[in-house]
Structure formats: structure tokens, C-alpha cells
């Protein structure tokens, strides 16, 4: 048994609207990410940064103001407020689109903010997982040249052939990690296992941008002195608020940029969690909620 897996990254069908909606009509598609409510007065909530709202609620494992709880979209439906439901484009699949509410703005985000989309510069994708494999898609679409960067060298060939990488680099490789010092603009650290940032920040030339956006369950240290001598910045992100979002979706849209993704049936849930642990997955389980209840 697994205590708790996210129930996010939800796409479906508007099946009912209440009287006050104006946003959405019965049919339409859309989709539900990390977040279902907040307390939209904030200041965080006033610049459409719903997800740094300190009263923030989750699509799962979060408590609505009436006192019930969220339990995310493992169900054949689920009620959300307007604001936060998000329209999926016509040509965005519901299945490999439903990944881009979690995976994909946790990586389009921070290559906004932090100004990592200049064509032609090169960024560097640390990790290629459900996060990973995105962020090389997305920063090819923004016209970036992208080298992916893992500690698993049998997954050159996925990276460069099937995500469209243009390079790939062995972070456990002293010599390959050495040759590329000081060739990166930017890097996204999408990696949640406690690692050295040292590395990383080396690969970075003068002004670069390392964003982790991993979750590491203890402290990474901080190496102040390639910060100060390269004048390097490093930062943090988590997801985006709903403008933003929408904004993803419809970049995503544009480029024909999808999940890579397995699909499963409800009943497999445990099996999937179970391969998930043993990163068995390449790159997002998305389970088929509604054909798994119909048959």
C-alpha cells in the first residue's frame, strides 16, 4: 500500500456548470493541476501567482474553507471553482496533455522568469524524468540548444533521438563532466535525490542560471565561491499561477509538445506506484480513469 500519491494533473470533459460560470461550457475540455483554490485577495493572488498563495489549496490532501477534503482526481469526477481550471487546447490530447499541469509549467515557469528562452543559447536539463524529458522539449521549442544531463548513460540515445537533445552529458563522468565547464548558459536542476550543486554551477559560463526545481528530502549545500567568481545565480520554482499555466498549455499546443506517458486502468494503480519506485516509467503513468469505471 502507498500512503499517498498526488491525484493531480487532472484533464476530462465539463460534464455540468453551475449558474455563475462564464469561463466554461458542458464539453468543453479542460484540465485541473496542483492547486483547486486560494484566497484570491493576496498579493500573490492579485499578480496571478495563485501557487505562492499562503493560503493556497491543493487538488489533494488539502482542506477546503467548508472543512472537506481534497482527494484529487482518482474519481470520475471531481468540482472545481472556475478559476482554476484550465482549457485545453484542440489539438492538446487529454491523455499525454495532462502531465504539462504539473511537469510542464514546473519547468516553462522558471524559463520565464529567470529569462532562460534566448534562441540560440544553450541550456542544460539536469535529470530526465517526468520533469526532465519536458523541460528538453520545451527549450527546444524556444529555440535553445539543450543538453541533457543524467547519471544513467543508457538513456543518450532516448535523449538525443526521441526527445530531440542535442547533446548529452554523464553527470558521474569526471572527464565528460570536465570537457563541458563553463559551456551553459542555464540549467534546470530537476532532480529530487540529495545531490553536489558544485558540478553544476562549473558547467555554468560568466551571468549563468542554475533553477533547481527538485525537492530533495534534506539540505543541498549552497557552494558560495562559483556564485561570487562567475557572477552565477542560482533559484528556485514551483509551478505557476493559472494565467501562466494557460499560457504553457497553449505554447505546448502550438509546438506539439506532449508527455511521454504510459496508460493505465484505475486497477493497476498499486503496480504503477510500485514500478515508480523503481523508475520503471518513461516518463508519466496517467491513469484512464473514466474507460477504467465504464467497463
Known amino acids: 500500500m ?11 470533459v465539463v460534464t455540468e456548470v453551475g449558474k455563475n460560470v462564464t469561463k466554461f461550457n458542458i464539453g468543453d475540455r479542460v484540465g485541473v493541476g496542483v ?9 500573490c493572488c492579485e499578480q496571478d501567482l495563485e501557487n505562492y498563495c499562503p493560503r493556497i489549496i491543493f487538488t489533494y490532501n488539502s482542506y477546503n474553507p467548508d472543512g472537506t477534503k481534497n482527494y ?30 504539473c511537469a510542464g509549467i514546473t519547468v516553462y515557469s522558471p524559463m520565464k522568469y529567470y529569462g532562460m528562452t534566448e534562441a540560440g543559447k544553450h541550456l ?20 535553445l540548444k539543450v543538453t541533457a544531463i543524467s547519471s544513467s548513460p543508457q538513456k543518450e ?30 540549467i534546470i536542476d530537476t532532480v529530487s535525490a540529495v545531490h553536489p550543486l558544485l558540478p553544476l554551477l562549473s558547467l555554468l559560463k560568466v551571468n549563468g542560471k542554475l533553477v533547481t526545481v527538485g525537492l530533495p528530502n534534506k539540505p543541498l ?12 545565480l542560482i533559484g528556485g520554482s514551483d509551478v505557476g499561477g493559472m494565467k501562466e499555466t494557460q499560457e504553457m498549455l497553449d505554447f505546448c499546443a ?6 511521454d506517458i504510459e496508460l493505465i486502468r484505475i486497477e493497476e494503480i ?5 514500478r515508480l519506485a523503481k523508475s520503471d516509467v518513461r516518463y508519466r503513468f496517467v491513469i484512464d480513469v473514466a474507460n477504467s469505471l465504464s467497463q
Open 270 to 274: 498499486n503496480t504503477a506506484m510500485e
Open 157 to 186: 540515445s532516448e535523449a538525443i533521438n526521441r526527445l530531440g537533445a542535442d547533446s548529452f552529458l554523464v553527470s558521474n563522468d569526471p572527464e565528460k563532466m570536465k570537457s563541458a565547464i563553463g559551456t551553459m548558459d542555464y
Open 72 to 101: 484529487g482526481g482518482y474519481s470520475d469526477m471531481i468540482v472545481v471553482d472556475q478559476r482554476y481550471v484550465l482549457r485545453f487546447p484542440d489539438n492538446l490530447p487529454l491523455d499525454a496533455g495532462a502531465p504539462l499541469l
Open 124 to 143: 542544460g536539463v539536469s535529470g530526465l524524468g517526468g520533469l526532465g524529458h519536458v523541460a528538453v522539449k520545451i527549450g527546444k521549442a524556444f529555440g
Open 2 to 12: 502507498h500512503d499517498l500519491s498526488h491525484r493531480h494533473e487532472i484533464s476530462g
Open 254 to 259: 502550438k509546438h506539439n509538445i506532449t508527455a
Open 35 to 43: 492547486l483547486v483554490g486560494s484566497c484570491k485577495t493576496c498579493e
Open 221 to 232: 549545500e549552497l557552494p558560495v565561491f562559483p556564485l561570487v567568481m562567475g557572477r552565477k
